[in-house]
T-cell receptor, first 112, second 116 residues
Framework: DAKTTQPTSMDCAEGRAANLPCNHS???????VYWYRQIHSQGPQYIIHGLKNNETNEMASLIITEDRKSSTLILPHATLRDTAVYYC?????????????FGQGTRLTINP | DGGITQSPKYLFRKEGQNVTLSCEQNLNHDAMYWYRQDPGQGLRLIYYSQIVNDFQKGDIAEGYSVSREKKESFPLTVTSAQKNPTAFYLCASILDNADRGTYEQYFGPGTRLTVT
């Protein structure tokens, strides 16, 4: 599996956009980028995923660079409830169960 | 937590005892996973299963066993051979339909196991 690199921690002011970077320089052509988050002592929550085009849903936007070696998760108007650990992972688009390898993620703190 | 249940939420056992953690889903997902999380750490994969009666070892399978007799259920047994079983255990399921471009994944609420 391609590995990802994320900053250990980030801070963001409430109401501002939170931009979380992720490097995945060894990503293969058949691998998607996925983002999850985990609020303390709860199971991780799926946020968004993409292959090469930018994606947006009700939770966030995902910007993937043209060479696909990095991506940015954007929370457009961060709230205190967005404080969590955010995980960026890559996995193949092949059908069937694939290993999901979670690193240590980025601990995002939203400050009032 | 989207139709995945894990029970109990907290579990206490004495060292040397086997213990089975429950994971049930009513989402009709084919793939199910078990992860372990230690304080301040990311998730580590223990076992995963693509279909009924089939499962594969993850990165830290030693000291654990699983079964997948039904699509809805994927119980994890922590055996006495697991050297450091105290941890937060998470179960997940995935529906991944590349043909339809759909992807669903849900994690359960987790079971915090303490072995003394």
């Amino acid at each position: 599996d391609a590995k990802t690199t994320q900053p250990t921690s980030m801070d963001c002011a409430e109401g501002r956009a939170a931009n979380l970077p992720c490097n995945h320089s060894t990503i293969s052509g058949n691998e998607y980028v996925y983002w999850y988050r985990q609020i303390h002592s709860q199971g991780p929550q799926y946020i968004i995923h993409g292959l090469k085009n930018n994606e947006t849903n009700e939770m966030a936007s995902l910007i993937i660079t043209e060479d696909r070696k990095s991506s940015t998760l954007i929370l457009p108007h961060a709230t205190l409830r967005d404080t969590a650990v955010y995980y960026c992972i890559v996995r193949p688009i092949l059908r069937g169960a694939q290993k999901l390898v979670f690193g240590q993620g980025t601990r995002l703190t939203i400050n009032p | 937590d989207g139709g995945i249940t894990q029970s109990p939420k907290y579990l206490f056992r004495k060292e040397g005892q086997n213990v089975t953690l429950s994971c049930e889903q009513n989402l009709n997902h084919d793939a199910m996973y078990w992860y372990r999380q230690d304080p301040g750490q990311g998730l580590r994969l223990i076992y995963y299963s693509q279909i009924v009666n089939d499962f594969q070892k993850g990165d830290i399978a030693e000291g654990y066993s699983v079964s997948r007799e039904k699509k809805e259920s994927f119980p994890l047994t922590v055996t006495s051979a697991q050297k450091n079983p105290t941890a937060f255990y998470l179960c997940a399921s995935i529906l991944d339909n590349a043909d339809r471009g759909t992807y669903e994944q849900y994690f359960g609420p987790g079971t915090r196991l303490t072995v003394t």
